[in-house]
């Protein structure tokens, strides 16, 4: 079962442009991360965030997190042609729990 | 090795056959994650190891599921009588602590076709 939804589904924007995508989730967790997955390839981390964090930066990657609202978002600015992969949030529970993984959302970049 | 290395690449099996999955983890890494990912859809975990030792299979989909890390680095996922639903890409991870929730790397996976 997966605990993680991404939202949108699919997204395509231009190169440039900035991309969002959104993760909900269900029960408490210890922290979410955000993961990439290119065409036939393993998944790549790329942010982790704490429970206890609100907002992290990493390169062109800004990830927000709101316990309130259990959800969290992920926005890539100046998007390249590079960044087109599938993009995974998921979740961290308390205790020894493995991750659980979202559905993803499919982001296309056209150059 | 530099990072999680998978083999093999892809597998063809009959349906009824046995088939043998292996996982190279980073070395060093503690726990030691199998993931299964249908088409389309995000992994869904099966088990985890911290060491040799495994701790969590609440994921595995039947008992035809089996795996083991008996020296506490390399794996196998090894599917008995497999059956046309076990056609997924079989991912690996390892993470660098015991901890379930750690980052994970991946492997390139294994895509299982059965036919």
């Known amino acids: 079962s997966q605990q993680g939804e991404e939202d949108p589904q699919a997204l395509s924007i231009q190169e440039g442009e900035n991309a969002t995508m959104n993760c909900s989730y269900k029960?408490?967790?210890?922290?979410l991360q955000w993961y990439r997955q290119n065409s036939g390839r393993g998944l790549v981390h790329l942010i982790l965030?704490?429970?206890?964090?609100r907002e992290k930066h990493s390169g062109r990657l800004r990830v927000t997190l709101d316990t309130s609202k259990k959800s969290s978002s992920l926005l890539i600015t100046a998007s390249r042609a590079a960044d087109t992969a599938s993009y995974f949030c998921?979740?961290?529970?308390?205790?020894?729990?493995?991750?659980?993984f979202g559905k993803g959302t499919r982001l296309s970049v056209i150059a | 090795g530099a990072g999680v290395s998978q083999s093999p690449r892809y597998k063809v099996a009959k349906r009824g056959q046995d088939v043998a999955l292996r996982c190279d983890p980073i070395s060093g890494h503690v726990s030691l994650f199998w993931y299964q990912q249908a088409l389309g859809q995000g992994p869904e975990f099966l088990t985890y190891f911290q060491n040799e030792a495994q701790l969590d299979k609440s994921g595995l989909p039947s008992d035809r599921f089996f795996a083991e890390r008996p020296e506490g680095s390399v794996s196998t996922l090894k599917i008995q009588r497999t059956q046309q639903e076990d056609s997924a890409v079989y991912l690996c991870a390892s993470s660098l602590g015991s901890l379930a929730n750690e980052k994970l790397f991946f492997g390139s996976g294994t895509q299982l076709s059965v036919l």
């Open positions: 965030i704490r429970s206890n964090e």
């Open positions: 998921a979740t961290g529970g308390s205790g020894n729990t493995p991750l659980v």
């Open positions: 029960t408490s967790i210890n922290n």
